[in-house]
């Protein structure tokens, strides 16, 4: 027995030393764990071949990836939502803060001038607010048959204040939307993978416009397309924002992953494009992540 302690405090410091992600008080079960280290992200000219292969005629006429490029970088440890936000947990943020419902007007979506879906399409995901009976507070009408998909119709702003809300009772770790690099990082590991769960497309994994069905999903559907750290929908579903500005001083963000009326090619991890940050679509959410401060 009075070896034990010896052992035990020489594999904590190795840990340690390796740069292992060492957090206290446990990992949280709503997060998975992402260690500090380098990652391949971005991708080679044998993966963007395979993108336009599988990845549509938009893509392949408006040459989408040609952009991306392969690099090595180093990214620090972090936590990450094993889930895409659902609407049932914006609910409870919207309750607790006042904060805006997942809304836009048919005007404002027109403005926004990237209309993918027609605005009809839009109303299965609109929330409603209305008095309550004792007109002291709102009563929130959410779409009752997707509480446990990915909530959208949300901004980076919107985004950023509910990461920032649910970190308000962790000490010693803060709470924000993840950098591109932490996204493509959590999707794709260390190895470059081109999705989470390998280098060949798999419609059972996702939820994307072949497979079905044409809208969003419960977070939870597809177990089999997790990340190799355990992050679900990471491909498929939606669109996910990150805190990383198309370039410094822009108000154009970075989205990451695909969405469910995507072809393959863009739901590789790699792939990437902007919105506006004040954008609102049925095809964006998002998901936060953690880091100790």
């Known amino acids: 027995m009075r070896y034990l302690l010896p052992i035990a405090l020489f594999i904590f410091f190795s840990l340690a030393s390796c740069g292992a992600a060492l957090y206290l008080p446990e990992d949280p079960p709503d997060q998975v764990a992402v260690p500090a280290g380098a990652a391949w992200l971005g991708s080679d000219d044998n993966e963007k071949a395979y993108g336009y292969q599988i990845g549509g005629e938009g893509a392949r006429s ?19 939502d094993k889930y895409p ?15 805006r419902i ?11 001038g990237f209309l993918v879906h027609p605005y009809e399409e839009v109303l299965p995901y609109l929330w409603r607010s209305s008095k309550r009976a004792n007109k002291s507070s709102l009563q929130h009408f959410l779409p ?3 509480l446990d998909h990915p909530v959208v119709l949300v901004n980076v ?6 990461c920032k809300w649910r970190g308000l009772s962790e000490e010693g770790r803060e709470h924000s ?13 260390t190895d470059g993978r081109y999705f989470p769960w390998g280098d060949e497309w798999d419609d ?13 999903s419960p977070v939870a559907a597809h177990p089999d397309g997790a990340s190799p750290y355990g992050a679900s929908e990471m491909a498929g579903n939606i669109f996910e924002w990150t805190e990383t ?11 990451k992953s695909c969405s469910w009326d995507d072809d393959p090619g863009i739901c590789r991890a790699a792939a990437r494009h902007s919105r506006p940050a004040a954008s609102r679509h049925i095809l964006i959410g998002f998901r936060c992540v953690a880091r100790k401060r």
């Not at 408006?62 to 990450?80: L, P, T």
């Not at 702003?157 to 509910?162: E, I, K, M, S």
């Not at 939307?177 to 794709?188: G, V, Y």
């Not at 500005?245 to 989205?255: E, M, Q």
Request: charged fraction near 30%; glycine fraction near 6%; aromatic fraction near 14%.
């Open 62 to 80: 408006g040459r989408w990836f040609d952009s991306e490029v392969k690099r090595r970088v180093y990214v620090n440890a972090f936590h990450i």
């Open 144 to 146: 009752e048959t997707k």
């Open 157 to 162: 702003n919107d985004a950023l204040g509910y």
């Open 204 to 216: 059972t994994r996702a939820n994307i416009w072949e497979s079905g069905p044409h809208s969003t």
């Open 102 to 112: 997942p809304f836009i007007s048919r005007e404002d979506y027109t403005k926004q």
């Open 177 to 189: 939307l993840p950098t591109e690099d932490e996204w493509e990082k959590a999707a794709r590991s």
């Open 245 to 255: 500005p198309l370039k410094p001083g822009s108000d154009r963000y970075i989205l």
């Open 85 to 99: 936000v659902t609407q049932a947990d914006y609910l409870e943020f919207v309750e607790a803060t006042g904060h």
